[in-house]
């Protein structure tokens, strides 16, 4: 008989973490996919340890003012993004996203995203990201509570479209530049 309680106290913890873990991994296969472009890579530091680290471009958004928001709502068919707004975290939205203040971003969670990947993917992923000609696009998971996870990661290349408008913005920055002080005798 003292062997049962011995075998239930071996047996009960572990059934409580497969449960756990089940329940986390039914909360994480849960929700809406919707694609989202991303920017802003520093070509310095593509990888850390195995993750790729990223701004969102959401569509819609030009650039946040200030303090990032603490809610978007996105619109659209998923797994396309027609566009984005900024609503109110308490705002009626069918597909809100909301930025996890405990996570690693904190408040900026809704401009940087971070995406753990493989060791035999970084080297790939590393070679794509300084491709100037291909745009970055992360998928993400939304969930009903407005709590989002990246989980995959895909280029595809630019539209002649796009390059123009990005030289165009490149050129349109070098204008603005101020001219070299002019040094006199």
């Known amino acids: 008989m003292s062997r049962l309680p011995r075998l239930a106290a071996l047996v009960v913890p572990l059934l409580g ?10 909360t994480y296969e849960r929700g809406t996919e919707w694609e989202v472009p991303i920017q ?4 310095r530091d593509y990888l850390r340890g195995h993750y790729v680290e990223f701004s969102y471009d959401w569509p819609g958004i030009e650039e946040f003012s200030g303090v990032p928001p603490e809610a978007l709502c996105l619109e659209g068919a ?19 996203v909301r930025a996890d203040k ?7 969670g809704l401009t940087r995203g971070r995406l753990y990947v493989g ?9 794509q990201l300084r491709n100037r000609d291909q745009r970055g696009i992360v998928t993400i998971r939304q969930r009903e509570d407005g709590s989002f996870t990246p989980v995959a990661i895909r280029f ?10 990005r030289d165009a913005q490149n050129a349109a920055a070098e204008d603005l530049r101020p001219p070299p002080p002019i040094m006199t005798r």
């Open 17 to 26: 973490l497969g449960g756990l873990w089940a329940l986390s991994e039914r």
């Open 119 to 127: 060791q035999e993917r970084a080297a790939l992923l590393e070679d």
């Open 156 to 165: 595809r290349s630019l539209t002649p479209a796009e390059i123009a408008e």
């Open 40 to 43: 802003g890579y520093d070509p």
């Open 102 to 108: 405990s996570g690693v971003y904190g408040w900026d």
């Open 78 to 96: 998923a797994p396309a993004i027609a566009r984005v707004t900024q609503v109110a975290v308490e705002a009626a939205c069918a597909h809100p």
